[in-house]
């Protein structure tokens, strides 16, 4: 019933700019909070940012503040995540997920129910 779906991802140069989409279906904001996490090879999967059920509050790790945004499009069902000024420690799988949670969010992915199947970000000269 629950469907994420990611796009967006790509490879980029140091210092470039996307923008992450996940189409959610099954899904209401007014519930479910979004959350956006990344994998490297070989580390854990890691939250950056996340966005609340109602009335959307934002979050975001450290490592990400300043160049990443979250927003999201209710009528499209769809959530975004603006990534700018890439760093090549960027580069990891960027899956979306959801899960029934009153605010405020959390980036704490055992906490998350519904996952997406990830988008490559890969920056390289």
């Known amino acids: 019933q629950v469907q994420l779906v990611e796009s967006g991802g790509g490879l980029v140069q140091p210092g470039g700019s996307l923008r992450l989409s996940c189409a959610a279906s099954?899904?209401?904001?007014?519930?479910?909070?979004i959350g956006w996490f990344r994998q490297a090879p070989g580390k854990a999967r890691e939250g950056v940012s996340c966005?609340?059920?109602?009335?959307?509050?934002?979050y975001y790790t450290d490592s990400v503040k300043g160049r990443f945004t979250i927003s999201r499009d209710v009528a499209k069902n769809t959530v975004y995540l603006q990534i700018d000024n890439l760093h090549p420690d960027d580069t990891a799988v960027y899956y979306c997920?959801?899960?029934?949670?009153?605010?405020?969010?959390?980036?704490?992915?055992?906490?998350?129910?519904?996952w997406g199947q990830g988008t490559q970000v890969t920056v390289s000269s």
């Open positions: 966005i609340s059920g109602k009335e959307g509050s934002t």
């Open positions: 099954g899904v209401t904001f007014d519930y479910y909070a």
């Open positions: 997920a959801a899960e029934v949670r009153y605010p405020p969010c959390t980036v704490v992915a055992v906490m998350y129910e519904y």
